[in-house]
T-cell receptor, first 113, second 113 residues
Framework: GEDVEQSLFLSVREGDSSVINCTYTDSSSTYLYWYKQEPGAGLQLLTYIFSNMDMKQDQRLTVLLNKKDKHLSLRIADTQTGDSAIYFCAESFGSSNTGKLIFGQGTTLQVKP | DVKVTQSSRYLVKRTGEKVFLECVQDMDHENMFWYRQDPGLGLRLIYFSYDVKMKEKGDIPEGYSVSREKKERFSLILESASTNQTSMYLC????????????FGDGTRLSIL
């Protein structure tokens, strides 16, 4: 069935770039999403990419999509301590309008001063 | 901005109690979702609803039920709470169209003693 995989943990130093990776299985997904969860809070939509795009940039965030390999990445430039959080990638569940998303396990990003 | 409000941030209940978790959204979204979040497991879908009085089982519905009497409100019910239902519960909503992002509440951390 559909599955989304992420590594569980990433540690970087403040000012470095962070790259969080994700693989997915549903080739019919048309949108892929990145969410951020700060401690004790819900998920906040960070950005998304349409499947006919290879790249999307939004200020310090760059999303890269390799559709052939079903690989998605989120790059955060000049990582700050406020970027410490759990990051989830998610794929839309086929073309259904039920709105279901399939989420990865989440990657905990630790930013060291 | 979309606002999804969960009635409690923290809740402590006893084994065997009937527990109600409430969620309200203010953007006239058709779809609403209940997830539970556990470390290392990511988000797992319990139930979702795509219209008033409509509901569908997610991946882990056992031990839970839901109610959607009004469009803006989606309730999660633990019929007889057990200690393995101690978790973070997240509510989300989205428009009823393919590939719409979900918007999340801040979560309810539920402890069953």
């Amino acid at each position: 069935g559909e599955d989304v995989e992420q590594s569980l943990f990433l540690s970087v130093r403040e000012g470095d770039s962070s790259v969080i990776n994700c693989t997915y299985t549903d080739s019919s997904s048309t949108y892929l999403y990145w969410y951020k969860q700060e401690p004790g809070a819900g998920l906040q939509l960070l950005t998304y990419i349409f499947s006919n795009m290879d790249m999307k940039q939004d200020q310090r965030l760059t999303v890269l999509l390799n559709k052939k390999d079903k690989h998605l990445s989120l790059r955060i430039a000049d990582t700050q301590t406020g970027d410490s959080a759990i990051y989830f990638c998610a794929e839309s569940f086929g073309s259904s309008n039920t709105g279901k998303l399939i989420f990865g396990q989440g990657t905990t990003l630790q930013v060291k001063p | 901005d979309v606002k999804v409000t969960q009635s409690s941030r923290y809740l402590v209940k006893r084994t065997g109690e009937k527990v109600f978790l409430e969620c309200v959204q203010d953007m006239d979204h058709e779809n609403m979702f209940w997830y539970r979040q556990d470390p290392g497991l990511g988000l797992r879908l319990i139930y979702f609803s795509y219209d008033v009085k409509m509901k569908e089982k997610g991946d882990i519905p056992e031990g839970y039920s839901v109610s959607r009497e009004k469009k803006e409100r989606f309730s999660l019910i633990l019929e007889s709470a057990s200690t393995n239902q101690t978790s973070m519960y997240l509510c989300a909503s989205s428009l009823r169209a393919a590939n719409q992002p979900q918007h999340f509440g801040d979560g309810t951390r539920l402890s069953i003693l």
